[in-house]
């Protein structure tokens, strides 16, 4: 098994900044992909980043290209997620998550582990 612990999360004023952090334990070793998800009230979880331990580059959902970062350190098993330019749209609890297959994915039905989420509030 897999934990995944999620933090960094706050509240922030729109165009400011926060970095989330997801720190693994256990089974590490199997993970070869992570990724960032969230979900505001009423609506699905849905993708926002991911990236591979096995290299490419990190895969994004389109309303955070060129806002978000993907980063990772796979020896320490942390996961990152450096927000830049926050919008009001952006609130939601955010979750990490780890994945056994080699390639990055979109898919949140590919992922095996994931954390309980940290949640962020940009505010207008």
């Known amino acids: 098994q897999v934990q995944l612990v999620e933090s960094g999360g706050g509240l922030v004023q729109a165009g400011g900044s926060l970095r989330l952090s997801c720190a693994a334990s256990?089974?590490?070793?199997?993970?070869?992909?992570m990724g960032w998800f969230r979900q505001s009230p009423g609506k699905e979880r849905e993708f926002v980043a991911a990236?591979?331990?096995?290299?490419?580059?990190?895969i994004y959902t389109d309303s955070v290209k060129g806002r978000f970062t993907i980063s990772g350190d796979n020896a320490k098993s942390t996961l990152y997620l450096q927000m830049n330019s926050l919008k009001p749209e952006d609130t939601a609890v955010y979750y990490c998550?780890?994945?056994?297959?080699?390639?990055?994915?979109?898919?949140?039905?590919?992922?095996?582990?994931w954390g309980q989420g940290t949640q962020v509030t940009v505010s207008s």
């Open positions: 990236i591979s331990w096995s290299g490419g580059r990190p």
């Open positions: 256990g089974r590490t070793f199997s993970i070869n992909a």
């Open positions: 998550a780890a994945d056994e297959s080699m390639k990055a994915t979109m898919s949140r039905y590919s992922y095996d582990y």
